[in-house]
């Protein structure tokens, strides 16, 4: 959180979607998480979020599959 300024109590119960991520970047953002839903790695690219004073912040993202004890994507 301190990364983008938000308190814990600002952010509790909020996605890091909600908090962060600049309309305009919210495909960019929904085309990582497809990719890590169906199994796959996104090598790191750089892009911008939304500070909670809302300027932006040069990030690099990068998103994989996390995997459950029974090997399925979680």
């Known amino acids: 959180a301190s990364l983008f300024g938000f308190r814990i109590e600002d952010a509790l119960g909020r996605?890091?979607?909600e908090l962060a991520v600049d309309p305009v970047h919210a495909d960019e953002d929904a085309?990582?998480?497809a990719e890590a839903l169906a199994g796959r790695s996104v090598p790191p690219i750089e892009t911008e979020r939304r500070h909670c004073d809302g300027r932006?912040?040069?990030v690099e993202l990068s998103a994989?599959?996390?995997y459950d004890d029974a090997g399925h994507v979680v």
């Open 15 to 17: 996605s890091l979607q």
């Open 31 to 33: 085309r990582l998480l």
């Open 56 to 58: 932006m912040v040069a």
């Open 64 to 66: 994989g599959p996390v």
